[in-house]
């Protein structure tokens, strides 16, 4: 039976559609499960809270009631945390499979940008057009003033 569950999920991951759905069918149980949990944590704060003990104060059965309460917010809290990661889970694995088949359009347009650059001869040329051009700029000349008379040192 292990095998038949483990191929059975394994072409659930193959399959993106049925990622999804498996994914939606889970929510769908966690947050069903979530309502039930609501509804218990909400009779057993009315019940823990109405149980008093001879001798209590007013407060005493609100506090003995508080550390269940907590779990079970942190419970339901998690639990939502689940749902909500599943949903962003199932928007992935959709996200993934498109960006997947959109691939090979973004390297064809790649590879035409790339073949559409100047070829290595005509680069050439360029640069060394750029090479008198800036000899002749303003940055080529005299740095400082000593250096107009243009005194050339053998």
């Given amino acids: 039976m ?7 999920l394994r072409a659930v991951a193959q399959n993106p559609e049925a990622f999804v759905a498996y994914l939606a069918d889970l929510q769908r149980v966690l947050l069903g499960i979530g309502q039930n949990l609501e509804t218990l944590q909400r009779e057993t704060r009315v019940h823990l809270r109405s149980t008093h003990v001879e001798g209590d104060r007013w407060y005493h059965a609100r506090l003995r009631a508080l550390p269940l309460e907590r779990q079970l917010a942190d419970v339901l809290r998690h639990l939502k945390a689940v749902t ?8 992935k694995r959709r996200a993934h499979d498109d960006e997947v088949n959109a691939l090979p359009g973004k390297r064809r347009e790649k590879a035409l940008e790339k073949g559409k650059k100047i070829p290595p001869a005509l680069a050439t040329t360029n640069s ?5 051009a800036s000899a002749e700029s303003r940055y080529g000349g005299p740095t400082t003033i000593f ?3 243009e005194k050339r040192s053998a």
Avoid at 84 to 91: D, I, N, Q, T, V
Avoid at 128 to 132: K, L, R
């Fill in 84 to 91: 909500a990661g599943l949903e962003k889970g199932a928007y």
């Fill in 2 to 8: 292990t095998d038949e569950h483990e191929n059975a």
């Fill in 147 to 149: 250096d107009l008379s």
């Fill in 128 to 132: 060394a057009e750029s090479v008198t």
